[in-house]
Nanobody
């Protein structure tokens, strides 16, 4: 049974840093794409960042220059290093994983990130 297990969420002051982790279990293969999405109350889910198995990355506009996504394919673990955090970054952050053949996608349970002013 494939599961995505997240850790690292919590409370941080504005300007601080936080690192999120997402570990995939129940599989011996690396996903083609992994990423992070977030959703704040009353707002649409938005892309935070994605990373391919080859290391190609993509970031949402407001995250560029502040967030860094990485992955360890041997461990099937993905990380999100967040810096210069702002109160508007407060949201539930979700881990996402996708493979193309056969096509399958998975979501983590979400982890709360709260940035205080």
């Amino acid at each position: 049974q494939v599961q995505l297990v997240e850790s690292g969420g919590g409370l941080v002051q504005a300007g601080g840093s936080l690192r999120l982790s997402c570990a995939a279990s129940g599989t011996t293969f690396s996903f083609n794409v992994m990423g992070w999405y977030r959703q704040a109350p009353g707002k649409q889910r938005e892309l935070v960042a994605t990373i391919s198995s080859g290391g190609s990355t993509n970031y949402g506009d407001s995250m560029k220059g502040r967030f860094t996504i990485s992955r360890d394919n041997a461990k099937n673990t993905m990380y999100l290093q967040m810096a210069s955090l702002k109160p508007e970054d407060s949201a539930v952050y979700y881990c996402y994983a996708w493979r193309g053949s056969p096509r399958m996608e998975y979501w983590g349970q979400g982890t709360q990130v709260t940035v205080s002013s």
